[in-house]
């Protein structure tokens, strides 16, 4: 079982849906989660980022925690054309561990 | 602008040969890392490095090589002894110690590596 699971989709929606994503872990001492966009042949760059449970709003971006269900969210309101590209959840424990566990990154596509 | 640095953007290397990806940071970040990236695979940690002169093996290192001379630098061989290195590879960096967004990782664009 790999340390973090992630659908890797494709999940293709129209302009304007809301985007779910989620990612699941194993590692209960995981406390700093990030998730990062990547576009085609582009490296990842950080999207949000919280630590422990809870909520954390940026915009049309919200990014949950459940520490107790092992469970992160992403959710996109009025996604729009150019927030397609590839969502990878990221964590760690920080501490004496920097060293970023990913999922597998899930593609989005929002159609015009 | 602080950034990391990746070079070449595509290589292409032979049955047999040895290549080198540069990886540079001027971020000032102890922690470097290299990952592998295969379509539906995510990102496969390869070596990472947390100081100068150390460097520790990651899920994946088994032909490739690494080198941490500089703080600023963290060049990747990828061997011969690899067998299948067509890939995308991308190196990242952060800070240590017990600051909030420590752990936050910065990536260089990536480098494209194909066997011809």
């Known amino acids: 079982q790999k340390e973090v699971e992630q659908d890797p989709g494709p999940l293709s929606v129209p302009e304007g849906a809301i985007v779910s994503l989620n990612c699941t872990y194993s590692?209960?001492?995981?406390?700093?989660f990030m998730w990062y966009r990547q576009y085609s042949r582009k490296g990842p760059e950080l999207l949000m980022y919280?630590?422990?449970?809870g909520n954390k709003e940026d915009g049309r971006f919200t990014a949950q925690v459940d520490k107790s269900s092992k469970y992160i969210s992403l959710f996109i309101r009025d996604s729009q054309p150019s927030d397609s590209a590839t969502y990878l959840c990221?964590?760690?424990?920080?501490?004496?561990?920097?060293?970023?566990?990913f999922g597998a990154g899930t593609t989005v596509t929002v159609r015009a | 602008d602080g950034g990391i640095t990746q070079s070449p953007k595509y290589l292409f290397r032979k049955e047999g040969q040895n290549v080198t990806l540069s990886c540079e940071q001027n971020?000032?970040?102890?922690?470097m890392y290299w990952y592998r990236q295969d379509p539906g695979q995510g990102l496969r940690l390869i070596y990472y490095s947390q100081i100068v002169n150390d460097f520790q093996k990651g899920d994946i290192a088994e032909g490739y090589s690494v080198s941490r001379e500089k703080k600023e630098s963290f060049p990747l061989t990828v061997t011969s002894a690899q067998k299948n290195p067509t890939a995308f590879y991308l190196c990242?960096?952060?800070?240590?110690?017990?600051?909030?967004?420590?752990?936050?990782?910065?990536f260089g664009q990536g480098t494209r590596l194909t066997v011809v």
């Open positions: 990242a960096s952060n800070r240590l110690g017990q600051g909030f967004r420590n752990t936050e990782a910065f």
């Open positions: 590692n209960s001492a995981f406390q700093y």
């Open positions: 919280t630590y422990s449970s």
């Open positions: 971020l000032n970040h102890d922690a």
């Open positions: 990221a964590m760690n424990a920080g501490s004496n561990d920097y060293k970023l566990s």
